[in-house]
């Protein structure tokens, strides 16, 4: 689970534009500002398994969950199937393996 927060200064700018009659969800973060980070098991070590519940594990610390995604692919178990890297630590490492 791939996602961000905003830090104080509020940076990040959520808007919905519509493109061919589509609504979007566009997040635009400042880097120098914002923080990007992953998450994918709570401190218990389960997976998350939805943004609200690490939504709800975030606001205890003082932290807002601005904008996020679901961004892999996991097995059954949630556990992801490519490489995973959180706060600088591989948890998974890149399957190399090819789909021909």
């Not at 919905?16 to 400042?30: E, K």
């Not at 205890?60 to 630590?89: D, F, T, W």
Request: one cysteine or more; aromatic letters at 8%.
């Amino acid at each position: 689970m791939l996602s961000w927060k905003a830090t104080t200064a509020q940076a990040a700018v959520v808007s919905s534009p519509t493109f061919d009659g589509i609504q979007l969800a566009v997040c635009r973060i400042d880097l120098r500002q914002d923080q990007l980070r992953t998450f994918w098991r709570n401190p218990q070590g389960h997976p998350y398994a939805s943004l609200p519940a690490l939504a709800a594990q975030l606001k205890p610390q003082g932290l807002q969950l601005v904008c996020a995604v679901n961004a892999g692919i996991y097995e059954q178990s949630l556990r992801p199937l490519g490489l995973y890297i959180e706060q600088g630590k591989t948890w998974r490492e890149a399957n190399p393996r090819s789909s021909g």
